[in-house]
């Protein structure tokens, strides 16, 4: 077995894109498929992060609804992932399905993303304070 | 023990972070800001806290870009034809801005991240429509939520 210790990798093409040989004869570019921004928050009293990347801070709009600004801007407003979720503690909502994810287009900014923690029942809709709550982003930065 | 922050004018902001996720312990803040929008005056009062994360860099000093590269950014994207940056690099090309305090962190936070409408002169409308407190003076629940205001004779 060998170990790599270096500091950095750089594409010798294209010095911010390095190929990952994939299965069969699939490439998976390194670059694009690494999360730009996440972050782990609470959801009680005044929403706070226990940890995150990329984040500079959270904007505690109103029940299950959060903003999160970034430090380092994404390349263009609508065009990167988001994708997240929740857990209460002793999950009392076990049976619900739980996202968060941005409700307007118009919310998700170069700067910031403004979400809300939603969950759906078999006849009912809302979004909640959960506990927990969990966000991340894909795509590419300015 | 003091850690030294590398010389980052040039590097891209997204690796500074990298090195300062490793380097730097998270420093969690007791300051929120509790602002109100003129423009959605239905709406409730909203709290923005600082990332831990990102204020363990301000306090650093020479990581964050200054704060009007944000600005400058942003009006790029209030541009009707605006596709995508073009102009990334007022984030890694300027001077980093020095450590700072974590109330002179708080102010630069203001002016990144609450629509300049909120912050510019706010002290000067006869409605209080942002105030910086502490977290134990927020309600320790959740209760009406969405009907949040602030008090205005609380910060009178």
């Known amino acids: 077995m060998s170990t790599l210790v270096i500091d950095t990798i750089q594409g010798k093409t294209t010095a911010g894109s390095i190929n990952v040989r994939g299965e069969g004869s699939n490439n998976t570019n390194l670059q694009q498929g690494l999360a730009k921004a996440w972050i782990s928050h609470s959801g009680y009293n005044t929403p706070t992060a226990e940890d995150s990347f990329n984040h500079a801070s959270l904007t505690d709009v109103g029940t299950g609804n959060y903003k999160y600004n970034f430090t380092n801007n994404f390349r263009a407003a609508k065009s990167y992932t988001n994708s997240g979720g929740m857990t209460h503690d002793g999950d009392q909502l076990g049976t619900y399905a739980k996202v968060i994810n941005p409700i307007n287009t118009a919310d998700i900014l170069t700067s910031s993303v403004e979400v809300s923690a939603t969950y759906v029942g078999s006849s009912s809709v809302g979004v909640y304070d959960y506990d927990n709550n969990y966000h991340s982003c894909l795509g590419d930065l300015a | ?156």
């Open chain 2, 1 to 156: 023990m003091t850690i030294e922050t590398p010389e980052f004018q040039g590097t891209h902001l997204w690796e500074r972070l990298h090195w300062a996720k490793e380097k730097l312990e998270p420093i969690q803040s007791d300051y929120r800001v509790v602002w109100e929008d003129p423009n959605e005056p239905d709406e409730p009062a909203k709290i923005t806290v600082p990332d831990p994360n990102w204020l363990a860099c301000a306090m650093q000093g020479g990581i964050l870009p200054p704060v009007q590269s944000y600005w400058e950014l942003k009006k790029d994207e209030a541009q009707p034809d605006f596709k995508k940056h073009t102009r990334g690099y007022l984030l890694h090309n300027t001077q980093p801005v020095d450590k700072m305090t974590e109330e002179e962190a708080i102010e630069y936070l203001i002016m990144k991240d609450i629509p300049e409408h909120v912050w510019k002169d706010y002290d000067k409308s006869n409605r209080k429509r942002l105030v910086i407190c502490k977290k134990q003076n927020l309600p320790g629940h959740r209760t009406w939520r969405n009907s949040w205001k602030i008090n205005q004779e609380l910060v009178a």
